[in-house]
């Protein structure tokens, strides 16, 4: 077909002229069907003038054979022929599918107004009488080729609509699966907010010790105070991050996400791209546009433990975010601005780290908009036997036993006990002997200590001395002070000597760590060929080679 631009914006019908024609490109097809060669010779001779492309037939079967297989865009048709007349050729061509929209102007003798009637009855668009006129045949095949030309653009256009208008349709149903689907996440992320504010609520804590109703009366306070940074102080095992995730998700800021990060765990040369993020090639291996924790965090809080392992580099640039609320990702130019509480804990004697320079005293300060002291479990002994009754319950349903039950020599044993793991040790003390004891009463025989159960002060006679795994075990109290470099290696491969093997748990009771810090140690031990690993995740265990 022939370039249709032209006639998109017409505001008026104007018939193409015979340059029009010449510059469109392919010209028009015309079928001339008459059963009079002289006739056929001279309007033949008009259309060719014309530029137009020309077919003829001399009969209508011919006419009809023609057109199904050439498809012509207009037909001039005799009315007056053998055998098939030019209505009986009309109301065929307008039967079959191929030519129904086919204009057909009729060119006869007869000029009475019946057989013009009778011309558009059998579905002619239009009527010319011979002797014909040049002119007047060349208006009328133009015309009509210029209204079929505009009936196909609007037809065009019309499907253009219908499909744009599906698309629209399609588009707006994608949108409103999205908006259900916006809307269902929405109510999903409010139940797994409150699922999670339930979890790590207030009632998440077990105790009614003084020392402990008086943490979770500071802890109210601070879900009230949702911009107030907080330093939570305590040894290993008391319960830092879940005092943070209580803080945060008591908080008005339950719905933004809350991001635990490891301090010590992150190795110096990637410290800035985790906690800033990066921009796609800042660096070797930067693939991608990547969120720090920061901007992850971004509305709610930060959770940095064993914030005084922190490198003094990353401290200064930790510090400017906290005074500014803005960031920088590695690679880039533009900085972010940023709402994020902090919670920090460690282990360690912060204000020892401050006076030998190794944590800065305006970090600290910006830190600490509120000091949280966690008490040991020593100094909330009264605490035990509901710490004890409580992981037996959560123990015995993750394992799918029976709950156990402690007698009450093994609970005086826990009471005696100077828990250097506080409460993490309790609970592996209590998932130990609900294995050992396989169903039977929990005796203090059962009870696998680490470390001296006995350090402050003898066992009183009428209770049974607990019994370790092996007998060979000595016992391993677990650091006062800051280890000096190598020390923590050296002590988990003596325990090994002993001990034949260590998992992570033993780790972290015997050196006073936390989980990730223990995990830390012995991969290093291992990746150094120290140290052997047997078994996958939490039963994994290390063995001298």
Same mark, same amino acid.
């Given at each position: 077909?022939?370039?249709?631009?032209?006639?998109?914006?017409?505001?008026?019908?104007?018939?193409?002229?015979?340059?029009?024609?010449?510059?469109?490109?392919?010209? %028009?097809?015309?079928?001339?069907?008459?059963?009079?060669?002289?006739?056929?010779?001279?309007?033949?001779?008009?259309?060719?003038?014309?530029?137009?492309?020309?077919?003829?037939?001399?009969?209508?079967?011919?006419?009809?054979?023609?057109?199904?297989?050439?498809?012509? !865009?207009?037909?001039?048709?005799?009315?007056? /022929? *053998?055998?098939?007349?030019?209505?009986?050729?009309?109301?065929?061509?307008?039967?079959?599918?191929?030519?129904?929209?086919?204009?057909?102007?009729? /060119?006869?003798?007869?000029?009475?107004?019946?057989?013009?009637?009778?011309?558009?009855?059998?579905?002619?668009?239009?009527?010319?009488?011979?002797?014909?006129?040049?002119?007047?045949?060349?208006?009328?095949?133009?015309?009509?080729?210029?209204?079929?030309?505009?009936?196909?653009?609007?037809?065009?256009?019309?499907?253009?609509?219908?499909?744009?208008?599906?698309?629209?349709?399609?588009?707006?149903?994608?949108?409103?699966? $999205?908006?259900?689907?916006?809307?269902?996440?929405?109510?999903?992320?409010?139940?797994?907010?409150?699922?999670?504010?339930?979890?790590?609520?207030? !009632?998440?804590?077990?105790?009614?010790?003084?020392?402990?109703?008086?943490?979770?009366?500071?802890?109210?306070?601070?879900?009230?105070?949702?911009?107030?940074?907080?330093?939570?102080?305590?040894?290993?095992?008391?319960?830092?991050?879940?005092?943070?995730?209580?803080?945060?998700?008591?908080?008005?800021?339950?719905?933004? *996400?809350?991001?635990?990060?490891?301090?010590?765990?992150?190795?110096?040369?990637?410290?800035?791209?985790?906690?800033?993020?990066?921009?796609?090639?800042?660096?070797?291996?930067?693939?991608?546009?990547?969120?720090?924790?920061?901007?992850?965090?971004?509305?709610?809080?930060?959770?940095? !433990?064993?914030?005084?392992?922190?490198?003094?580099?990353?401290?200064?640039?930790?510090?400017?975010?906290?005074?500014?609320?803005?960031? @920088?990702?590695?690679?880039?130019?533009?900085?972010? $601005?940023?709402?994020?509480?902090?919670?920090?804990? @460690?282990?360690? $004697?912060?204000?020892?780290?401050?006076?030998?320079?190794?944590?800065?005293?305006?970090?600290?300060?910006?830190?600490?908009?509120?000091?949280?002291?966690?008490?040991?479990?020593?100094?909330?002994?009264?605490?035990?036997?509901?710490?004890?009754?409580?992981?037996?319950?959560?123990?015995?349903?993750? /394992?799918?036993?029976?709950?156990?039950?402690?007698?009450?020599?093994?609970?005086?044993?826990?009471?005696?006990?100077?828990?250097?793991?506080?409460?993490?040790?309790?609970?592996?003390?209590?998932?130990?002997?609900?294995?050992?004891?396989?169903?039977?009463?929990?005796? %203090?025989?059962?009870?696998?200590?680490?470390?001296? *159960?006995?350090?402050?002060?003898?066992? %009183?006679?009428?209770?049974?001395? *607990?019994?370790?795994?092996? $007998?060979?075990?000595?016992?391993?109290?677990?650091?006062?002070?800051?280890?000096? %470099?190598?020390?923590?290696?050296?002590?988990?491969?003596?325990?090994?000597?002993?001990?034949?093997?260590?998992?992570?748990?033993?780790?972290?009771?015997?050196?006073?760590?936390?989980?990730?810090?223990?995990?830390?140690?012995?991969?290093?031990?291992?990746?150094?060929?120290?140290?052997?690993?047997?078994?996958?995740?939490?039963?994994?265990?290390?063995?001298?080679?």
């Amino acid at each position: 077909m022939w370039n249709h631009d032209r006639f998109s914006n017409e505001q008026s019908f104007m018939p193409l002229s015979v340059t029009d024609f010449q510059s469109q490109g392919p010209n %028009p097809r015309v079928l001339v069907v008459d059963d009079e060669p002289i006739n056929l010779e001279v309007i033949a001779n008009y259309l060719e003038e014309a530029g137009l492309a020309l077919s003829v037939a001399t009969s209508g079967e011919e006419a009809l054979g023609l057109t199904a297989e050439l498809a012509p !865009d207009l037909i001039l048709l005799d009315i007056l /022929m *053998p055998e098939l007349d030019g209505y009986a050729t009309c109301r065929r061509l307008k039967q079959a599918r191929t030519s129904a929209e086919t204009p057909v102007i009729f /060119m006869s003798a007869l000029s009475e107004t019946v057989d013009k009637l009778k011309g558009f009855d059998a579905g002619g668009v239009d009527y010319v009488t011979k002797p014909l006129v040049k002119e007047e045949v060349l208006a009328r095949v133009m015309a009509h080729l210029t209204i079929a030309l505009q009936r196909q653009k609007l037809q065009e256009h019309n499907r253009d609509l219908k499909r744009l208008n599906a698309e629209l349709q399609a588009e707006g149903d994608r949108r409103c699966q $999205a908006e259900a689907a916006l809307e269902v996440a929405d109510r999903q992320l409010s139940s797994l907010s409150q699922k999670e504010a339930q979890r790590w609520g207030i !009632d998440a804590f077990i105790g009614q010790s003084p020392r402990m109703l008086d943490l979770l009366d500071e802890i109210r306070r601070l879900q009230q105070a949702v911009r107030t940074n907080v330093v939570v102080l305590g040894e290993s095992g008391t319960g830092k991050e879940l005092v943070a995730r209580a803080i945060h998700f008591g908080s008005a800021r339950s719905t933004a *996400p809350f991001v635990p990060v490891n301090c010590s765990a992150i190795p110096a040369e990637l410290a800035d791209a985790e906690f800033f993020g990066h921009l796609k090639g800042a660096f070797t291996g930067a693939a991608a546009n990547r969120k720090g924790y920061f901007e992850l965090a971004h509305g709610g809080a930060l959770f940095l !433990d064993e914030i005084g392992d922190m490198p003094l580099a990353l401290q200064a640039k930790l510090l400017r975010i906290l005074e500014d609320q803005r960031l @920088t990702p590695v690679g880039g130019s533009q900085s972010k $601005a940023v709402d994020v509480r902090v919670v920090a804990a @460690t282990n360690v $004697a912060i204000q020892s780290r401050i006076l030998d320079n190794a944590f800065r005293r305006d970090l600290y300060f910006r830190l600490a908009g509120y000091v949280l002291q966690l008490p040991p479990l020593r100094e909330r002994k009264e605490d035990i036997p509901l710490l004890a009754e409580h992981f037996l319950d959560q123990l015995a349903q993750e /394992m799918g036993r029976s709950k156990g039950r402690m007698t009450r020599e093994a609970l005086e044993t826990l009471q005696n006990y100077h828990f250097p793991g506080n409460v993490r040790e309790l609970r592996n003390l209590i998932e130990y002997a609900l294995i050992s004891s396989d169903g039977r009463p929990i005796a %203090p025989r059962h009870l696998h200590f680490i470390a001296d *159960p006995t350090p402050q002060a003898p066992t %009183p006679p009428s209770l049974a001395q *607990p019994q370790a795994v092996r $007998a060979t075990e000595p016992p391993f109290p677990p650091p006062t002070r800051r280890a000096r %470099p190598g020390e923590h290696e050296r002590m988990i491969v003596d325990y090994v000597r002993t001990a034949e093997q260590v998992t992570n748990s033993e780790c972290q009771d015997l050196l006073g760590v936390t989980h990730h810090r223990a995990s830390y140690l012995l991969k290093k031990l291992h990746k150094t060929g120290q140290l052997i690993r047997e078994g996958e995740r939490r039963w994994a265990y290390y063995r001298l080679p």
